[in-house]
């Protein structure tokens, strides 16, 4: 009998002693054509819940087809920042010898690991730059690729800081997000108008004052843009 891709994958994730968390990154358990099998495993058990739930999925033209639209979303998108591998970082001499904080903006996309809810929201990233720098876009490709699995927002917070100070060994790195969540949204309290806003300091703008305040002024500048 065949074993399902999943168990496969799993087998190798547990043998090399790693732990496959809803936020963790496992591609490098996963070998070329085993994205495609597990797509079409994870479409056959939604079909199972849809029919648990009492879904007519061959009738109904609107659920037809819904076990793969799903599968494809978790494994390719929602998802895929624990199935694809991290974008490639590049680093350039800071040949300017910038030495002021760069902050960027991102918009960025995640799911609540508790209830698989939809969490949306922006992120700013605070670096002040070494003797190396990496290219603005890739700010944002790490946090995006980073958010897309299942999260905690505290959580997700600390791994891009993490990140950041890892690949650009900056001794100042903040990373500040505000986000919506849908588990608060279209559950329980049902807030359509709660957001959550998380901060991580790393370096010297945790023990420096002044730079704190800079990036949180700059956070405060864009965030009032927005609102206008």
């Given at each position: 009998m065949n074993r399902d891709v999943s168990k496969i994958i799993r087998d190798r994730v547990e043998h090399d002693g790693n732990r496959y968390y809803a936020a963790d990154n496992i591609s490098e358990f996963i070998e070329d054509g085993e994205l495609e099998l597990?797509?079409?495993?994870?479409?056959?058990?939604?079909?199972?819940?849809?029919?648990?739930?009492?879904?007519?999925?061959?009738?109904?033209?609107?659920?037809?087809?819904?076990?793969?639209?799903?599968?494809?979303?978790y494994v390719?998108?929602?998802?895929?920042?624990?199935?694809?591998?991290?974008?490639?970082?590049?680093s350039f001499p800071n040949d300017g010898q910038y030495d002021q904080l760069i902050v960027v903006r991102s918009d960025i996309k995640s799911m609540c690991s508790h209830h698989h809810q939809p969490v949306s929201g922006v992120c700013y990233i605070a670096c002040m730059p070494g003797d190396r720098v990496i290219g603005l876009s890739k700010y944002t490709r790490i946090a995006q690729h980073l958010s897309q699995r299942g999260h905690l927002q505290e959580e997700l917070t600390e791994m891009i800081a993490a990140q950041i100070?890892?690949?650009?060994?900056?001794?100042?790195?903040?990373v500040y997000i505000r986000a919506r969540h849908g588990c608060c949204e279209n559950r329980g309290i049902m807030s359509s108008n709660s957001s959550t806003q998380t901060t991580v300091l790393k370096g010297e703008l945790k023990t420096n004052p002044a730079l704190?305040?800079?990036?949180?002024?700059?956070?405060?500048?864009?965030?009032?843009?927005d609102a206008s």
């Open positions: 597990l797509i079409d495993e994870v479409a056959g058990k939604f079909e199972g819940v849809l029919q648990s739930l009492i879904i007519d999925t061959e009738d109904d033209p609107n659920s037809t087809g819904t076990s793969k639209r799903l599968a494809k979303m390719n998108e929602i998802m895929s920042g624990r199935y694809y591998p991290a974008p490639r970082v590049t100070e890892e690949l650009t060994a900056s001794k100042a790195v903040g704190k305040n800079e990036f949180m002024h700059n956070v405060q500048i864009q965030e009032n843009l």
